[in-house]
DNA sequence: GTAGGATCTGACACCGGTGTCAGATTCAAC
DNA sequence: GTTGAATCTGACACCGGTGTCAGATCCTAC
């Protein structure tokens, strides 16, 4: 599909698409006039990334993770290796931390709205 | 307490939190010779404000939110206007669909850490 | 008083994903 | 062919919390 198409089912910017691809974590055919072509694996894929991004994963991470992902009509995944595997862990327990911060933070918005609500 | 001790306790560096007490989130005495004097309440306060920059808020929206919260030590809490509760919402709704894209995220670097586990 | 650590202010830079623009080229429909 | 929409590349800028440095001043213990 054209980097149009995927934009609107993803809902990520074609800009953003295209650095996607230029970093590699993403990839097109071409057609014979240069313009992208991707396959319908690849709406997932964005989504993971998007997530992925959203978590603080940086893009050169992200590019080493993708490969061990089995999603489907991706190729088969690979398997980690242990250094891989060990810098994901930081990353996971990153994460971790990071959930909890944003429960206490969706907490503490929850008590300061109903709070609001009662009142007002 | 001086900024140092400060610092040490909740592990955030001198240059953010005075930072901090320039943006008005957190405030401090002076000495006579313009050294900050923090609260003990103020430890606290500086890991809320962490957490709820984890979770994405601006210190703009920071700055609203922390006179409508009741810790420990700070004054009595005020409460948010219908508008700031509407602004807050929207920032609670992004939060939760942060959350459930972080769990998304741990789960897929648990499913390739435990595979690399297994394998090596 | 004095030395050495702590703190002060102000300024500059970074990061890295994204927005946006310009100008050229391609695609698809008529 | 032609035309309008879509896509291409490349470049510049932003955001906003944080790191870091310089030079001055303060504080505390001797």
Redesign the pocket.
């Known amino acids: 599909m054209?980097?149009?198409?995927l934009?609107r089912r993803t809902a990520?910017?074609?800009?953003?698409l295209?650095?996607?691809d230029k970093?590699g974590l993403i990839a097109?055919e071409r057609?014979?006039?240069?313009?992208?072509d991707f396959p319908e694996s690849t709406v997932g894929r964005v989504i993971r990334i998007?997530e992925l991004?959203a978590a603080g994963l940086?893009?050169?991470k992200i590019g080493w993770l993708l490969p061990c992902l089995n999603d489907p009509g991706e190729g088969p995944a690979e398997t980690a290796t242990p250094e891989l595997a060990e810098v994901l862990q930081v990353e996971r327990d990153r994460i971790d931390r990071m959930i909890g911060d944003l429960l206490r933070s969706r907490d503490v918005l929850d008590e300061v709205i109903d709070e609001a609500r009662a009142v007002h």
Chains 1, 2 share one sequence.
Request: aromatic share 12%; with cysteine.
């Open positions: 054209r980097i149009g198409e934009a990520v910017s074609e800009r953003s295209r650095y996607y970093l097109a057609t014979s006039g240069g313009h992208r998007q991004f940086c893009s050169e």
